[in-house]
């Protein structure tokens, strides 16, 4: 879907609409399921890139919490791991996908280092993953 037609204002609208229109405690799960919409209307081939992305990225997270502050070494081998997966998929995929790419890696880095605590919630740091707004 172009950023700049007008099926792309049509479903930016309906975005907002949806997210207004239900309860404040739901709404994160429009955001996820409108930012999922938008890229299977992308194309559905690498669409199973973002989901494996998202779930490596989320269980390594966790592990790494887990383990930094008990054994270092298991910390950086989830890590490790971590980016081993995602720069993987990297090689397989083109160039415009790295964005999800750093911003996991990132992610990841940060548990490491502790700046920020790991996401409990799979389908909150799908959201975070994937909000589509963050691509313009």
Not at 31 to 37: A, E, P, V
Not at 125 to 133: E, H, Q
Request: proline fraction near 3%; hydrophobic fraction near 50%; charged fraction near 15%.
């Amino acid at each position: 879907m172009s950023l700049v037609s007008n099926l792309f204002i049509i479903f930016v609208a309906g975005a907002v609409l949806l997210y207004y229109l239900l309860p404040k405690k739901m709404r994160w799960w429009g955001l996820l399921l409108t930012s999922y919409i938008y890229y299977l209307a992308a194309g559905t081939k690498y669409f199973p890139f973002l989901l494996f992305s998202t779930i490596i990225t989320y269980l390594c997270g966790l592990a790494i919490e887990h383990e930094v502050n008990q054994d270092k070494k298991k910390a950086k081998r989830y890590l490790i791991i971590g980016l081993i997966l995602n720069f993987g998929m990297q090689i397989l995929l083109p160039l415009g996908i790295s964005f999800y790419t750093f911003q996991t890696s990132g992610y990841l880095l940060d548990i490491y280092w502790k700046r920020d605590h790991a996401e409990k919630n799979i389908f909150r740091y799908a959201l975070f993953v994937s909000y589509f707004p963050q691509i313009l």
